[in-house]
Nanobody, 122 residues
Framework: QLQAFGGGLVQAGGSLRLSCAAA????????VGWFRQSPGKEREFVAAISYSGGSTHYTDSVKGRFTISRDFAKNTVYLQMNDLKSEDTAAYYCAAATIYTGNSYAAPYNYWGQGTLVTVSS
């Protein structure tokens, strides 16, 4: 089971680091993605990392501001979010997949955590 945490209220231009943790060693064998959803909007892909950590990709709107990484010793994937903007306000969800596709589709992700809310005030 995945658990996402680290959300909160931050001013525009600020930073937050989200964490996605799971029990069990299998988590380190899974690709992990972050998605977000704002009220009234569809779920949106944010970033993903391969099971090895060697490959990552991002949606264009967060490139250069967000960084996804993983700590194998802690069974945790992080999403470092810098220079936050009001449009980043959303519930953020982490998800895991047995394959890393390098695209933004949610279909490969079999396991989902609960969301953590990020609110950016302008």
């Amino acid at each position: 089971q995945l658990q996402a945490f680290g959300g909160g209220l931050v001013q525009a231009g600020g930073s937050l680091r989200l964490s996605c943790a799971a029990a069990g060693r299998n988590f380190n064998r899974l690709a992990v993605g972050w998605f977000r959803q704002s009220p009234g909007k569809e779920r949106e892909f944010v970033a993903a990392i391969s099971y090895s950590g060697g490959s990552t990709h991002y949606t264009d709107s967060v490139k250069g501001r967000f960084t996804i990484s993983r700590d194998f010793a802690k069974n945790t994937v992080y999403l470092q979010m810098n220079d936050l903007k009001s449009e980043d306000t959303a519930a953020y969800y982490c998800a895991a997949a047995t394959i890393y596709t390098g695209n933004s589709y949610a279909a490969p992700y079999n396991y989902w955590g609960q969301g953590t809310l990020v609110t950016v005030s302008s």
